[in-house]
């Protein structure tokens, strides 16, 4: 079995910054994609930010040029930088990891972290 674990949500004022991290832990081969995906209240749950094992990166439209993801390989963690954080960012942010348990990829998901900018 595998664990992500996600951290580094809270209240921030618009324009401020987090850093959302998420580690991976248990039966793991290897990681390919690595992602963050968010979820408001009323909407459907989006991509913010993917990475591949490579480093080639994948963001949404509403985050480009404000959030930058980045991976740990080595300690099966990925980051989620987020800058001049704005009100309609506010949601639940979720960790993926698509993991090699030994019997091909499945993609797990962590448990979530509440993100709030307040205006």
């Known amino acids: 079995q595998v664990q992500l674990v996600e951290s580094g949500g809270g209240l921030v004022q618009a324009g401020g910054s987090l850093r959302l991290s998420c580690a991976a832990s248990g039966r793991i081969f290897s990681i390919n994609v690595m992602g963050w995906y968010r979820q408001a209240p009323g909407k459907q749950r989006e991509l913010v930010a993917t990475?591949?094992?490579?480093?080639?990166?994948n963001y949404g439209d509403s985050v480009k040029g404000r959030f930058t993801i980045s991976r740990d390989n080595a300690k099966n963690t990925v980051y989620l930088q987020m800058n001049s954080l704005k009100p309609e960012d506010t949601a639940v942010y979720y960790c993926s990891c698509d993991v090699n348990d030994g019997r091909g990829f499945l993609r797990y998901w962590g448990q979530g972290t509440q993100v709030t900018v307040s205006s």
């Open positions: 990475i591949i094992t490579g480093g080639s990166t």
